[in-house]
């Protein structure tokens, strides 16, 4: 199955704005945790690259947040670009959209980047080649924030999963329902133990990498170019 298929379907991406906080624990609150990240190191100006930014949710939240960032979102999902310009509306003017993969995006240098439940669709050294991408595009110093599915060090996979698709849906919980649903994730997606994570951040160049955020299986790091 192609992995990126669904973000071409009509019918997700119409849905995919009002339907993804409500699979993501704190969705707003990790949005703004990782504004704050960039702009912890970043200039008042810095230019941000957003991989992964079909859906222009993050965007929206960074451009509201500082007036004077210029945004890159960079996704391979031409339908889901569409439905960031519409999520962007009036910020248009401070963000660049750009359809393809982290090869395809300038070689900056940015002053922060983000990449945001994104990484889980990639086998782990996909992953790494996309990390050091990202490091030779950051300012010496520039944070990169990432989260996605990541199994906690030691735990269940499938448990943390079927509580994660159990947050989701907003009808009485349903366990079994729930594991099943989990077991057809971890089939498709190639998600890391939070160790294994961490250890590609380090591989691919960064430093000080730190846990920000946690909910159920998502995880959430900052790293420094």
Known sequence: MD???PFSDPTMVARYAEETPYKVPGLADLHRMAMLLLAEHASQDAEILVL?????????????AQPDWRLLGVDPSAEMLDLARRIVGG????????????DDAPDGPFGGATCLLTLHFLEAEERLHVLKA?????????????AHHSCPIGGDLLSWLTRSVAFADRAPADFEKASASAATMMARLPILSSDEDEALFYRAGFSEVTLFYAG???????GFA
């Open 134 to 146: 990202l490091r030779r595009r950051l300012k010496p110093g520039a944070p990169l924030v990432v």
């Open 91 to 102: 910020f248009a003017p401070r963000v660049s959209l750009q359809q393809g993969y982290i």
């Open 52 to 64: 992964g930014a079909g859906g222009g949710l993050e965007l929206k939240v960074f451009a509201e």
């Open 3 to 5: 992995k990126l298929s």
């Open 216 to 222: 159920f299986s998502f995880r959430g790091w900052v």
